[in-house]
């Protein structure tokens, strides 16, 4: 093996041993930490969906439909120094004919944003949504006032195809969307 080979590994074992987060199933008492972020208009104002008022029963009943019922991977977000739950990660819509996914990303925990953790379980999602599921493309359909996310999409190596305008009605006016996506090659070529 060259020497560029050997600095390519120590760089790949680097980088795992670095990890600050780890992904996992829900449990059934996470809605007590999500059900906060649900009801927080400064997290949800940077969403897709519609504003909701959400009860803590509607919230556990969503947690139990995602455990027991959901086709898509929506996984907890935690911290490895002591397992807190800051976020959840999605993979949705998954096509096993045309392999593709759409992604979806949040910390809810406003403690640790802007601190790389969103980055961090953005890759680990397409790592397995790539490895483990057979994906090619996972697309996200971004905010177009939410450049946080925007500009974490295109660090993670997702690329901009186009604007849906006026996509989506919140806060009392219409928004567009940008649509981004990342293929399978693109990621193994960024994080080869």
């Known amino acids: 093996m060259t020497s560029a080979g ?11 041993m670095q990890a600050r987060i780890y992904l996992r199933a829900f449990e059934p008492e996470d809605y007590k930490t999500t059900i906060a972020w649900r009801n927080d208009r400064e997290i949800t104002d940077g969403l897709g969906g519609a504003v909701l ?6 919230e556990k009943q969503w947690i139990e439909d995602t455990i027991f019922h959901s086709a898509d991977v929506k996984l907890a977000v935690c911290l490895k120094e002591n397992n807190l739950h800051i976020g959840n990660v999605y993979l949705t819509n998954i096509n096993y004919v045309n392999r593709t996914a759409e992604s979806h990303i949040l910390i809810g925990n406003k403690k640790y944003w802007g601190k790389g ?7 680990e999602i397409l790592q397995y949504g790539f490895n483990e599921r057979g994906m090619n493309r996972v697309e996200a359909r971004i905010n177009a006032d939410n450049i946080a996310s925007l500009k974490l999409h295109e660090k993670c190596g997702y690329s901009r195809e186009g604007v849906l305008r006026q996509a989506i009605f919140k806060n009392g006016r219409f928004k567009d969307v940008v649509v981004m996506s990342i293929l399978r090659e693109d990621f193994i070529n960024r994080h080869a």
């Open 6 to 16: 050997v600095k390519q590994i120590d760089y790949k074992l680097t980088t795992i």
């Open 53 to 58: 008022f959400v009860s803590e029963a509607r």
């Open 117 to 123: 953790y969103a980055l961090e379980a953005l890759s």
